[in-house]
């Protein structure tokens, strides 16, 4: 109890303990000892076609004029998440071929955030992927050496927020796809995802494949 509280009259005690913890939780709030709640967001595509030159355009360049609706939208609200990245993001993606989400994750790399890349090697070659043109940027990209998929559709943005959920990141899937995003700022959820994302990245380190003479021959 405060000093000298417990000799004062109880009706003066009891307002001053009131004002007491007031006081504590103004002083809590001024310090930012009480932080927002974690984000919990929920994305459904397809996604209505809107302008994305206002959050891809960086600062000082003149409002879009172009004629597309500049309303808000989910593939507007999962490219401000993206863009949020202040250290790192990691990204685990099956097919990644979005011309709008590809300058994002360019755009963090120029502004000094630290970029990785895991993928799905069948995917990374089609036509219209974003890999090459991360990789000529200097981003690090590393992909699979397997017969099966490598499946995965998720990012971690500073190592605290997750997002994942059914959508490959495609045109395709944005438009016209039935999918889902999940958002999340939680660590009980983020660091599974993390563990998993530092388990390719090394697994899929070409210091560690050793092609087999069968695959030498056939390249």
């Not at 009706?11 to 000892?33: D, K």
């Not at 863009?83 to 097919?95: D, G």
């Not at 490959?168 to 999918?179: C, D, L, S």
């Not at 899929?204 to 087999?212: E, G, K, M, Q």
Request: charged letters at 20%; a positive charge.
């Amino acid at each position: 109890m405060w000093p000298g509280l417990a000799t004062l009259p109880w009706r003066w005690a009891g307002g001053a303990a009131l004002l007491l913890a007031l006081a504590l939780e103004a002083l809590a709030l001024a310090r930012g000892w009480r932080r927002p709640p974690p984000r919990r967001e929920v994305l459904f595509f397809p996604s209505p076609v809107t302008c994305t030159a206002a959050l891809l355009g960086g600062p000082g360049r003149a409002p879009c004029r172009c004629p597309l609706p500049h309303g808000d939208s989910p593939l507007g609200r999962l490219l401000r998440r993206l863009l949020s990245a202040r250290r790192s993001l990691e990204l685990c993606l099956f097919a990644f071929s979005s011309p709008q989400l590809g300058r994002a994750v360019q755009l963090l790399h120029r502004r000094g955030v630290r970029v990785r890349l895991v993928t799905d090697a069948d995917y990374m070659a089609l036509r219209g992927s974003q890999v090459g043109r991360l990789r000529q940027a200097g981003i690090q990209v590393r992909h699979d050496h397997e017969s099966g998929y490598m499946h995965h559709k998720f990012a971690i943005v500073d190592r605290k927020m997750l997002i994942t959920g059914s959508m490959n990141w495609t045109t395709q899937a944005i438009q016209n796809n039935r999918e889902n995003v999940l958002i999340v700022e939680d660590a009980e959820y983020v660091k599974p995802f993390l563990a998993e994302f530092e388990r390719i990245w090394e697994e899929y380190n070409p210091a560690n494949y050793t092609f087999s003479p069968k695959e030498v021959e056939q390249k």
